[in-house]
Nanobody, 125 residues
Framework: QVQLVESGGGLVQAGGSLRLSCAHS????????MGWFRQAPGKEREFVAG????????AYADSVKGRFTISRDNAKNTVYLQMNSLKPEDTAVYYC??????????????????WGQGTQVTVSS
């Protein structure tokens, strides 16, 4: 059984930064392509960023390109999401997800096998 635990969320002013972490237990990090998603109240869960097993390939939603960076440390079984220049519209619960036996990430929630419990990010104006 794989468990994903997000941390690093909180309250920040617009223009500020946060770094989210996703640590997992179970098989080593390198078995999974990983993704970050977010869900705002009353909205569907949406793709934010994804990273390949090796970390060489990453993809981003248009809304966060140039502001967010996804990275991973396979030795620590951890994936990160560095969020800069935050905007009020980035307010959401952020989830990390693991995609077993795939090299690259997916932009679809159905492409993932395991999910974390989420961490709240609130950006005030």
């Amino acid at each position: 059984q794989v468990q994903l635990v997000e941390s690093g969320g909180g309250l920040v002013q617009a223009g500020g930064s946060l770094r989210l972490s996703c640590a997992h237990s179970g098989r080593t990090n390198s078995y999974y392509a990983m993704g970050w998603f977010r869900q705002a109240p009353g909205k569907e869960r949406e793709f934010v960023a994804g990273i390949s097993r090796s970390g060489e390939s990453a993809a981003y939603a248009d809304s966060v390109k140039g502001r967010f960076t996804i990275s991973r440390d396979n030795a620590k079984n951890t994936v990160y999401l560095q969020m800069n220049s935050l905007k009020p519209e980035d307010t959401a619960v952020y989830y990390c997800a693991a995609r077993v036996s795939f090299i690259i990430a997916s932009a679809y929630t159905s492409g993932y096998d395991y999910w974390g419990q989420g961490t709240q990010v609130t950006v005030s104006s």
